[in-house]
T-cell receptor
Framework: GQQLNQSPQSMFIQEGEDVSMNCTSSSIFNTWLWYKQDPGEGPVLLIALYKAGELTSNGRLTAQFGITRKDSFLNISASIPSDVGIYFCAGGNSGNTPLVFGKGTRLSVIA | NAGVTQTPKFRVLKTGQSMTLLCAQDMNHEYMYWYRQDPGMGLRLIHYSVGEGTTAKGEVPDGYNVSRLKKQNFLLGLESAAPSQTSVYFC????????????FGPGTRLTVL
C-alpha cells in the first residue's frame, strides 16, 4: 500500500528556533494534512492543504503542498514549549480510501 | 457537541481475555476508523467503516473484530487478547471520504499482561 516517509523522526530544539519537517511519498495525493498530538491525547488537525503548490499558514505554522503532489512540509517559527508533541503528516485521495499517515516527528523544545 | 468519545480510557487485561472498546461520535459522520499507536510506529489502521452496517480491513486487522450497527458507534473487539495488543487505541471519524479531516478521540490505553 501507499506509504509516507516523514522526517526527521525526532528533533530537539531550543525555544525560539524555527523548525522544519517534511513528508514524501512515492505516489500522488490530492490532500495533505498536518496533525499535532499532545502527550496523552488524540491528534488534532493543524493545517489542511487541497491544491498542489498551496502555501497555508496558521499562526506560527506554515505548510506547503508540493508541486509534484508527492510531498509536503511543515514549518514552525519561533518555537515555544507548548509546541512539544508528535507531528503527523497524512495524505488523502477522494473516495473511500482512508488517509495514509506518516510515522510522526517527535518535537522536544528546550527552554 | 462532545465530538468523538472513547470508552474506557484505560484497561488492563490478562492474556486470553476479551473486551470491547466503544467509540461514539455525535457529528453525524459517515466514516469511522480504529487505529493503534505504538512507539515509533505512528498510527496504524486496524479497521474502518464507510457507513452504518459496513466494515473493512485496514493495515493490521488480525486479532480484532469490529461492528458498526449504529451510525454513531463503532466497536472494536478483542476476542482473545495477546501481549502484542498492548497499545494505545484511537478512534476517528470523518464526514465523508478520503480527503476529509479525521477527528480523533482521546484514546484508550490497553495493557495485556
Amino acid at each position: 500500500g501507499q506509504q509516507l516517509n516523514q522526517s526527521p523522526q525526532s528533533m530537539f530544539i531550543q525555544e525560539g528556533e524555527d523548525v522544519s519537517m517534511n513528508c514524501t511519498s512515492s505516489s500522488i495525493f490530492n490532500t495533505w494534512l498536518w496533525y499535532k498530538q499532545d502527550p496523552g491525547e488524540g491528534p488534532v488537525l493543524l493545517i489542511a492543504l487541497y491544491k498542489a503548490g498551496e502555501l497555508t499558514s496558521n499562526g506560527r505554522l506554515t505548510a506547503q503542498f508540493g508541486i509534484t503532489r508527492k510531498d509536503s512540509f511543515l514549518n514552525i517559527s519561533a518555537s515555544i514549549p507548548s509546541d512539544v508533541g508528535i507531528y503527523f503528516c497524512a495524505g488523502g485521495n477522494s473516495g473511500n480510501t482512508p488517509l495514509v499517515f506518516g510515522k510522526g516527528t517527535r518535537l522536544s523544545v528546550i527552554a | 457537541n462532545a465530538g468523538v468519545t472513547q470508552t474506557p480510557k484505560f484497561r488492563v487485561l490478562k492474556t486470553g481475555q476479551s473486551m470491547t472498546l466503544l467509540c461514539a461520535q455525535d457529528m453525524n459522520h459517515e466514516y469511522m476508523y480504529w487505529y493503534r499507536q505504538d512507539p515509533g510506529m505512528g498510527l496504524r489502521l486496524i479497521h474502518y467503516s464507510v457507513g452504518e452496517g459496513t466494515t473493512a480491513k485496514g493495515e493490521v486487522p488480525d486479532g480484532y473484530n469490529v461492528s458498526r450497527l449504529k451510525k454513531q458507534n463503532f466497536l472494536l473487539g478483542l476476542e482473545s487478547a495477546a501481549p502484542s495488543q498492548t497499545s494505545v487505541y484511537f478512534c476517528a471519524s470523518t464526514p465523508t471520504g478520503g480527503t476529509d479531516t479525521q477527528y480523533f478521540g482521546p484514546g484508550t490505553r490497553l495493557t495485556v499482561l
